[in-house]
C-alpha cells in the first residue's frame, strides 16, 4: 500500500506568518496550537502523516484535521477557537449572589439563598433559570475570576 503524502508547499509569506504564530503560541504557553502549527511545518518539509503523528504524539487523523484547517483558513485554522462568556453581566452577578449567599446584604434575597451549591448545581440552576449550557468547571471558573476582580 503506497504511503500518502500530503505536503504544503509554503510561500516565503506563508512561512513567516506560520513561524510568528507559533512563537507566539510559545510566548502564550499555548502549546496546542504551536502543535497545530509543527504538524504544518513537518509537512511543508516533506514528512508524510503517520510520522508527523509520531513525532507529534498524536493521531494521523488529527493531523489530517490540521492540515486541511491549515488549508481552508491559513494560520487563523490553527489557534483554539475562544469560548466567550455566555452570561450577561447581570446574570453574572445574580451566580456570583447564589454562590456567596453569605456576603448578601439584603435579607429577602439571602432568605432565598440560603443553601451552600456545588459548582454542578449552580449550572443546573443556570440551566433551568436561563437556559444556557455551561459546565460545572466554567461555572467555577467564572465565579471565582469574578471574586478577584471584586
Known amino acids: 500500500m503506497p504511503r500518502r503524502r500530503i505536503l504544503l508547499g509554503l510561500d516565503p509569506d506563508e512561512l513567516k506568518a506560520l513561524s510568528d504564530f507559533m ?9 496546542r496550537s504551536r502543535r497545530r ?8 518539509q516533506g514528512k508524510i502523516i503517520p510520522e ?5 504524539q498524536c493521531s494521523t487523523q488529527a493531523v489530517y484535521t490540521w492540515l486541511r484547517r491549515f488549508r481552508e483558513k491559513g494560520v487563523a485554522g490553527l489557534s483554539d477557537p475562544s469560548r466567550p462568556i455566555k452570561l450577561t453581566p447581570e446574570q453574572i452577578k445574580q451566580l456570583v449572589e447564589v454562590s456567596h449567599w453569605s456576603k448578601i446584604r439584603d435579607k ?7 443553601m451552600r451549591w456545588s459548582f454542578r448545581q449552580m449550572a443546573q440552576w443556570i440551566r433551568d433559570e436561563w437556559n444556557i449550557n455551561l459546565s460545572a468547571e466554567r461555572v ?6 469574578k471574586l478577584r476582580e471584586i
Open 140 to 145: 467555577r471558573q467564572i465565579v471565582r475570576q
Open 23 to 31: 512563537n507566539r503560541s510559545a510566548r502564550e504557553q499555548k502549546w
Open 52 to 56: 508527523i503523528a509520531q513525532e507529534l
Open 37 to 44: 502549527g509543527n504538524a504544518v511545518y513537518l509537512s511543508h
Open 108 to 114: 429577602a434575597k439571602r432568605k432565598e439563598y440560603r
